[in-house]
Structures are given as C-alpha cells and as structure tokens.
C-alpha cells in the first residue's frame, strides 16, 4: 500500500506531454543554459554566462577586459585585441610616417592594418618580402616599382586600397602578372604601367575605380588586351596607350564613362580596331588616333557624343572607314583627318552637324566627300581635300 501511494506521488510530478509543458526548463532561466537568472551575466544568450572559459573566443563573463578573452591565444584579450581571430596580430592601426624602401619584412609584424605617409619603393624587395606585407591598407605617396630584378607579382599587397600618389611599374624584365593588386581602388595620380617585358595581362588591378590623374600604358610587347581594367569608370586628365606591339582591342575598357582630359593612341601595329570602350561617352580635351598600322575602323568608340577641342586621325594606312564616330554629333574645336592612306570617303560621320573649330585634312585617297551630309555648320577652316584621280 505504501508502494503504490508513492509510485502515484512520482506519476503526479511528471509532466503531461499533451498539454506542453517542459520539465527541463527553469522559470528562472531563460536561456536554457542552466544557470539562473541570478548567476547569469546575460540570461537571453546561452552561449554567455558564468565562469571565463580560456581561449574559446566567448566573452562568457560579459566583461571584455578579461585576460582570458583571447580567442585566438597570442595573450592579448578581446578589449586589447584589434583581430582576435589572428594571433600575428593584436596593435591597433599605424601610420609610418616617411617612406619604406627596405626593411620589409619588419613592417607588419603584431599588426593588424598598418599604413604609409610617404612612398613605399618595391625596387629591391624580394617576392617573399612584398608576401609579408598583408597589413599594409594605404600608401600616401607613390607606389614605385621600377626595375626590379625579383619579382614576378605583387601577390601579399592585397590589402592595399589607396596609392595617393603615382603607381609606377616601370621597366620590369621579370613581371609577369599585377596580381596583388587586386583590393587597389583608387589612385591619387599617375598611373604608369611602361616596358615590361614580360608583362602579358592587366590582370590584378580589376578593383581599381578611379584615376586621379592619367594612365598610360607604353610598350608592353606581350600585352595583347587591356583586360585587368574592367573596374575603371573614371580618369581625371588622359589616357594614352602608345607603342604595344601586340595589343589588339581595348577589351577591358568596357566601363570607362568620361576622360577629364584626351584618349591618345598611337603606334600599336596590331591595334585593329578600338573595340571594348563603347562605354565612354565623353571626351573633356581629344581623341588622337595615329600611327596604327593594322587599325582598319574606330569602331570601339560608338558611344561617344561630346568631343572638347579636337579629333585628330592621322597616318593610319589600313583606315578605311571612320565607322565608330557615328554617335558623335558636335566638336567644339577641331576635326582633323590626313594621311590616312586607304581612307576613300568620311563614311561614319553620318551625325556629325556642327564643327565649331576647323574641319580640315589632306586625303589624297579620298573619292568623295560622302559622309558629311549633316554637316551644317564649320566655324573655323572648310575641308579642304585632294580627291584620287
């Protein structure tokens, strides 16, 4: 008798699973974590509470200053920390002030971002010196890498977003590639990129947005497109893309918009065409065109509208139509044509209305002058052309 009155106290204490209820849940703990209220520094979590556990990245006290917040164990807590996750670093951001030309392996050890006020000269840095340079965030001056007889990338400058001055790579015989480069997003000057000799593709600068100043982009024998550049939106004064002996399109341009100052390309003898830049619409000074031998049409410049000052297209044999300006209704200064020796007509300026400054050229290829049908008005010289015979 005594058995079953106790066995019915124990089935009155058990739960009755259709009405819900959860036997393991405490009124007084909310989080389900087993410690109540009263003992815990933040009862809506479970993860938090109680006692400091060593190095499981959990502030489980709920005071960041405590020692044994170290989720990473370089002995640094979570409050003194500035990458809690990285044992290699724990300072907060740093500028040096000056330039860093050597010493490069010195630069980044215990922190997490670190920066440059003046230049920062790759020259005589090895690769496994540039590698070492992950924290490096921003150059205040130029980045300069001329000549240098190491390196055959940029790979451990991924971190870097902001050149401030100029970009030189300049005269390199062993770079191949500007991968590293690929968080840069904006220059504060120039950027160069000019003889390199084994320099095959842009590739690595595709986050770059904006050019305070002027590409240029000179005698890189084994640069066949401009791919790399897909990110550029924006130039402040010009691009000029000269002397590339294998460049065959201006693939990798697609995003180019406005030009502050000229679009100048000369003498790259396998240039057929100017295909891959029929996003610029906008021209602040000119367009020059001369001396590519195998460019047979402009095409590549459909979207543009509005040149400032002049379109000079000079001396180049194979041009046989000026298809590509067809968009191209108004030029407030001069438009120049000459010497272009398989040029029979002006086809592909079917648009173009109003010359402000002088129409003018010398095309002794010239059969006619078809072309100019809506041209109305020319405020400085007229065309004066030498037709064939």
């Known amino acids: 008798m005594r058995l079953s009155f106790t066995f019915a ?17 405490d009124p007084q703990d909310a989080d389900g974590d087993g410690l109540v209220a009263a003992e815990d520094c933040d ?25 044994d917040d170290d989720g990473d164990g370089d002995g640094f807590g979570l409050a003194d920390d500035c990458d809690d996750t990285d044992p290699l670093g724990w300072l907060p951001h740093d500028e040096l002030e000056g330039d860093l030309m050597g010493d490069f392996a010195d630069f980044c050890p215990g922190y997490c ?16 010196e540039v590698a070492t340079l992950g924290c490096l965030t921003a150059v ?34 062993v770079l191949t590639s500007l991968d590293g480069l690929e968080g840069l997003t904006t220059v504060g000057g120039d950027v160069y990129i000019s003889r390199n000799q084994k320099l095959t593709s842009l590739s690595g600068l595709e986050g770059l947005t904006t050019v305070d100043g002027r590409v240029f982009i000179d005698s890189n024998p084994l640069l066949t497109s401009l791919s790399g550049l897909d990110g550029l939106t924006y130039v402040v004064e010009d691009v000029e893309i000269t002397g590339n002996e294998t460049l065959e399109s201006f693939e990798g341009l697609g995003r180019l918009s406005s030009l502050g100052g000229s679009l100048a390309v000369f003498d790259n003898p396998s240039l057929t065409s100017l295909s891959g830049i029929e996003g610029l619409t906008s021209v602040s000074w000119g367009v020059f065109v001369e001396g590519n031998l195998a460019l047979t049409s402009l095409a590549g410049l459909d979207g543009l509208s509005f040149v400032e000052v ?18 191209l209704s108004s030029v407030t200064g001069d438009l120049y044509i000459y010497g272009n ?22 095309q002794r290829s010239l059969t006619s002058l078809s072309g100019l049908d809506a041209l109305s008005s020319v405020a400085g010289r007229s065309m004066s052309a030498t037709t064939a015979r």
């Open 9 to 25: 106290l124990l089935l009155s204490a058990c739960a009755d699973p259709s009405r819900g209820d959860d036997p393991q849940t």
């Open 43 to 67: 009862d809506a979590d479970p993860a938090v509470g109680g006692e400091e556990l060593p190095f499981d990245g959990v502030d489980n006290d709920c005071d960041p200053s405590t020692l």
């Open 113 to 128: 971002t670190r920066s440059v006020s003046g230049q920062l000269a790759l020259s005589l840095a090895t690769q496994e």
């Open 140 to 173: 205040g001056g130029k980045l300069n890498l001329p000549v240098s007889p190491y390196l055959t990338n940029l790979v451990g400058l991924e971190n870097l977003s902001t050149v401030g001055g100029d970009l030189y790579i300049l005269f390199n015989d």
């Open 310 to 327: 002049a379109i000079d297209v000079y001396s180049n044999p194979a041009l046989t139509s000026l298809s590509g300006l067809g968009g």
């Open 341 to 362: 020796g398989a040029l029979t007509s002006l086809s592909g300026l079917e648009g173009l209305s109003t010359v402000e400054g002088g129409l003018c050229g010398q």
